[in-house]
């Protein structure tokens, strides 16, 4: 599966930006996907995954209640809803996909989108 991200941009504080990940192929359906951080001198981090099915999702401590993750299966997309966006959300996402891993490390996923920026001034 091929991965595109888009939707980030600049943002004040406060402020909500939806992210989008596109993918390629009829079979997104059967992956598990993931949404993921990385700030400048930073590790990658987990922000948000969602299973195949949409039935389960799991969510980083500190974007709770702030974030959204969902899926459209029928429209091969995958959503990222941010809403009082700080400061410290200010990284590059990215979107990922696995067939089989539903978690947080990074490593657990094969496929990879490119990233969007998202920049979130104070």
């Known amino acids: 599966v091929q991965l595109q991200a888009s939707g980030g941009g600049l943002v004040q504080t406060g402020g909500s930006l939806r992210l989008s990940c596109a993918a390629s192929?009829?079979?997104?359906?059967?992956?598990?996907m993931g949404w993921f951080r990385q700030a400048p001198g930073k590790e990658r981090e987990l922000v948000a995954a969602?299973?195949?099915?949409?039935?389960?999702?799991f969510y980083a401590d500190s974007v709770k209640g702030r974030f959204t993750i969902s899926r459209d299966n029928a429209k091969n997309t995958l959503y990222l809803q941010m809403n009082s966006l700080k400061p410290e959300d200010t990284a590059v996402y990215y979107c990922a996909a696995d067939r089989v891993y539903y978690g947080g490390s990074s490593s657990g996923y094969a496929y990879w989108g490119q990233g969007t920026q998202v920049t979130v001034s104070s």
């Open positions: 192929g009829r079979t997104f359906s059967t992956y598990n």
């Open positions: 969602i299973t195949w099915s949409g039935g389960r999702t």
